[in-house]
């Protein structure tokens, strides 16, 4: 089976410019989560959704950041307009449902650099 | 509040030795899971083991096993035989309960984590 996958794996852009990272989740999966990742940050929660709905989105940094789930096997993460310190690593994750101990499936990660 | 704790930022261990990843955790919450994730420099974020909090015996899966110490909050990671491809950082992590009243499962809580570097 298909792990996560996040697309693209590698961005480079400048300064206020928008991003739109993508994720596509482990199917039967119904949890989704969006994290960041930096050196002086470690590993960030930005937003989660269960069932397509956000749950809990209180790790966004601000409202240049704005994640959607439109439906169960996708998801996409905006950075609007961007800016050199949103430069990290952005990981996607799914969880399945039910007795499945909430183990979370990372993708590869998309390494996001602002100029 | 912090809810994982790793105090080791890095360690060398020695090809065929075994190495113990500390990690403490803090929660009120009886029902819990606490998980050990492995990232290469390669970059991916890899599972390794769970244990759940209800769980009486140590999780085990191949090389890696993990101590846990319910009283203690302590749920440390133990990789026997190491070997030159586990060197890599490593996280500990938490979740609490699911979330009622659905079958859905919550956030992880990451800890620091430990570098760990194994030589020949």
């Known amino acids: 089976d298909a792990g996560v996958i996040q697309s693209p794996r590698h961005e480079v852009t400048e300064m206020g410019q928008e991003v739109t990272l993508r994720c596509k989740p482990i199917?039967?999966?119904?949890?989704l989560f969006w994290y960041r990742q930096t050196m002086m940050r470690g590993l960030e929660l930005l937003i989660y959704?269960?069932?397509?709905?956000?749950?809990?989105d209180s790790g966004m940094p601000e409202d240049r950041f704005s994640a959607k789930m439109p439906n169960a096997s996708f998801s996409t993460l905006k950075i609007q307009p961007s800016e050199p310190r949103d430069s990290a690593v952005y990981f996607c994750?799914?969880?399945?449902?039910?007795?499945?101990?909430?183990?979370?499936?990372f993708g590869p990660g998309t390494r996001l650099t602002v100029l | 509040a912090q809810k994982i704790t790793q105090t080791q930022p890095g360690m060398f261990v020695q090809e065929k030795e075994a190495v113990t990843l500390d990690c403490t955790y803090d929660?009120?919450?009886?029902?819990?899971?606490l998980f050990w994730y492995k990232q290469p420099s390669s970059g991916e974020m890899i599972f390794l083991i769970y244990?759940?909090?209800?769980?009486?015996q140590n999780a085990t899966e191949g090389r890696y096993s993990l101590n846990f110490q319910k009283a203690r909050k302590s749920a440390n990671l133990v990789i026997s035989a190491s070997q030159l491809g586990d060197s890599a950082m490593y996280f500990c992590a938490m979740r609490e309960g699911q979330i009622p009243p659905t079958d859905s499962w919550g956030k992880l809580q990451f800890g620091a984590g430990t570098q760990v570097v194994v030589t020949p």
């Open positions: 244990q759940g909090s209800y769980d009486e």
């Open positions: 994750a799914s969880t399945p449902p039910g007795l499945a101990r909430g183990t979370q499936y």
């Open positions: 929660t009120s919450d009886q029902s819990y899971g």
């Open positions: 959704f269960n069932n397509n709905v956000p749950i809990d």
């Open positions: 199917s039967g999966h119904n949890s």
